[in-house]
């Protein structure tokens, strides 16, 4: 399987892993760290040392609660990270639901859109289609960022719906208006957005159960990455504590079909996905 994007055919054969570069002051993980410009760079390129496939740039946060950000504040932060991270050698991807920051990023030389509303604002839907061969990353998010954790979606709704094929519908239905457009297959990738209106018992059925994701024959981008849901099964309230858990639910997510992961702690995920490799090998 691949992932086709603006300047790169992903080879999905094996795990790949995005790092996460968060151009924000909010961020619930690591907010303002990397809202330097300077240190946004320095953090591309480590990461990519540290064993990143691809980068995943954002300039505006989706944490629970989090403040939408003016068009022109997000392309000011995102523009300089893109412009220097196609120098890299590696595919970019955007996280950002804007039409106008995709159009801005993709005529940068950005490779993927990243986009929590699966295209749904705007006239996004058109940038994509409109673009040659960028790749595109489809989240299922329920409600909006500002709220979605106080009203999280039914375990079952009005018809009779378990949790899963909710979400499995929601991205068949995208994935349909998309094609639709004319985009092929092959630059479409699905993410079950863990955490985005869904509760801890879902999110973890939703891991348990991801290899129904693969009746759409796209790639599947997992990101568990110091996620809320981990804290609350393990107690590791502080970034650092976080670590261990975010690392095995992104080797487990990848044993449940995943084909990326989005993480921060790109070095110790690369790790442990060298000890899987290594297992599998021997059991050929």
Not at 54 to 70: F, M, N, T
Request: aromatic letters at 4%.
């Amino acid at each position: 399987m691949f992932w086709q994007t603006s300047r790169f055919r992903i080879d999905l054969s094996t795990p790949q892993i995005m790092g996460i570069v968060n151009v924000t002051p909010d961020s619930f993980s690591d907010g303002g760290r990397y809202s330097n410009t300077r240190n946004a760079i320095a953090h591309c390129e480590q990461l990519i040392q540290d064993g990143a496939h691809i980068l995943d740039i954002g300039g505006e946060s989706s944490r629970p609660g989090a403040h939408i950000v003016p068009l022109e504040e997000e392309l000011a932060r995102v523009l300089p990270i893109v412009r220097h991270a196609v120098t890299l050698g590696v595919p970019v991807s955007v996280d950002t639901y804007k039409p106008e920051v995709m159009q801005a990023v993709l005529d940068c030389g950005a490779d993927i859109i990243n986009d929590i509303w699966a295209l749904r604002q705007g006239h996004a839907a058109e940038v994509i289609s409109r673009h040659p061969s960028c790749g595109v990353c489809l989240m299922h998010m329920h409600g909006e960022p500002q709220t979605m954790q106080l009203s999280p979606m039914p375990d079952i709704n009005s018809n009779g719906e378990d949790i899963v094929t909710q979400v499995l519908l929601f991205l068949q239905h995208e994935i349909k208006n998309l094609q639709a457009l004319g985009v092929d297959w092959e630059r479409i990738c699905i993410d079950p957005g863990i955490g985005f209106g869904k509760t801890v018992t879902q999110n973890f059925t939703l891991l348990a159960r991801q290899r129904r994701l693969e009746e759409w024959g796209c790639g599947i981008l997992a990101g568990w990455s110091r996620k809320s849901s981990l804290v609350a099964v393990t107690g590791a309230a502080s970034v650092a504590e976080r670590l261990v858990p975010s690392v095995t639910a992104a080797v487990l997510a990848v044993q449940n079909g995943a084909h990326i992961v989005r993480v921060h702690d790109v070095r110790e995920t690369a790790q442990a996905f060298q000890v899987l490799a290594a297992m599998q090998q021997q059991s050929l």
